[in-house]
């Protein structure tokens, strides 16, 4: 079945400083993948997505690229800020599979220090 | 557009009881599905609603129901609460139709059984 697998945390950087958090998937289809964060008390946002191979996602100065030939889509911020300390989820939908759900990662939890 | 409503936000309930759980969509979005967060076992997928349809079904005992009205407004409902039931409960929404089945969260209702 489907699977995501992201970098285990938690991650500690100082503002200003470059973040990588690694994401891999296993699916049997096509899937679409996904970045969500999740803010202390609050529910999940979308950060961003790619459908297809090659695409990039990008939103308040995270990126990520869909990379199909290492089943990848790490996620990256040039220069992170106190108010990106968050927990940050990879997920994947499969939507030839019709199973209409999203699989998720276990989750990074990011703190940056001022 | 306003966002994913759930209600009640905090829910304190005692083992063997049931508990009912309720979830508006964005205005337009047909699809509704639900997630337990937990620490231990992350984010894992309860059922999605489609018109009114379920879809799919995620690996939780039958205690684990939900249902879709016409409006698109769902409701789930655990009966006999156990100790494990203890969790964020998300609801999230989607247009439905989207290939790349994206989905909106809402803040989510935090269940503790005592």
């Known amino acids: 079945g489907d699977s995501v697998t992201q970098m285990e945390g938690p991650v500690t950087l100082s503002e200003e400083a470059f973040l990588t958090i690694n994401c891999t998937y296993t699916a049997t289809g096509y899937p679409s993948l996904f970045w969500y964060v999740q803010y202390p008390g609050e529910g999940l946002q979308l950060l961003l997505k790619?459908?297809?191979?090659?695409d990039k996602g990008s939103n308040k100065g995270f990126e990520a690229t869909y990379r199909k030939e290492t089943t990848s889509f790490h996620l990256e911020k040039g220069s992170v800020q106190v108010s990106d300390s968050a927990v940050y989820f990879c997920?994947?939908?499969?939507?030839?599979?019709?199973?209409?759900?999203?699989?998720f990662g276990k989750g990074t939890l990011l703190t940056v220090n001022p | 557009k306003a966002g994913v409503t759930q209600t009640p936000r905090y829910l304190i309930k005692t083992r063997g009881q049931q508990v009912t759980l309720s979830c508006s969509p964005i205005s337009g979005h047909r699809s509704v599905s639900w997630y337990q967060q937990t620490p231990g076992q992350g984010l894992q997928f309860l059922f999605e609603?489609?018109?009114?349809?379920?879809?799919n079904k995620g690996n939780f005992p039958g205690r684990f129901s939900g249902r879709q009205f016409s409006n698109s407004r769902s409701e789930m409902n655990v009966s006999t609460l156990e100790l494990g039931d203890s969790a964020l409960y998300l609801c999230a929404s989607s247009p439905g139709g989207t290939a790349s089945y994206e989905q909106y969260f809402g803040p989510g209702t935090r269940l503790t059984v005592t």
């Open positions: 997920a994947l939908s499969d939507p030839g599979s019709s199973n209409y759900k999203l699989t």
């Open positions: 609603y489609f018109s009114e349809t379920q879809r």
């Open positions: 790619a459908t297809k191979a090659d």
